[in-house]
């Protein structure tokens, strides 16, 4: 009988220890999910902050005028066939809607560059 009190006491304590194991897991589980609760608050925030950025870019490019390609080449003083190379070369990079190349005035900074570089401005 004693054998089996002994056998009993032994279960208890290992059983007290796993208990203490687990409450120790669950302790750094609690801590973790607070800190991960902090970072997804900060990159709330930030998504926020992006957001309002974004709005006040849509809002801005909205209120400039949209130039089409002929106007394009006139402000560069450049012709269809320089046109082109400049799409082809990355100066200018159009927003197509409807097959017609559309352009934001600091969509020209890189062509404007270029068109200095050569003189023709």
């Known amino acids: 009988m ?42 709330h925030d930030v998504q926020l902050s992006v957001n309002n950025l974004l709005n006040k870019e849509l809002i801005h490019l909205l209120e400039q005028p949209l130039l089409d390609k002929n106007q ?4 560069l ?13 990355g100066y200018l990079q159009p927003m197509g809607f409807e097959k017609i190349d559309w352009y934001f005035g600091r969509d020209l900074v890189k062509a404007l560059e270029e068109s200095r570089r050569k003189g023709r401005i």
Do not use: C, P, W
């Open 2 to 43: 004693e054998k089996y009190f002994q056998q009993l006491i032994e279960h208890t304590v290992r059983t007290n220890q796993l208990l203490e194991q687990q409450n120790q897991i669950l302790k750094k589980q609690q801590e973790s999910l607070v800190a991960l609760n902090r970072g997804l608050a900060d990159l």
């Open 72 to 75: 394009v080449m006139d402000k």
């Open 77 to 89: 003083n450049i012709k269809d066939s320089t046109y082109r190379r400049y799409v082809k070369e």
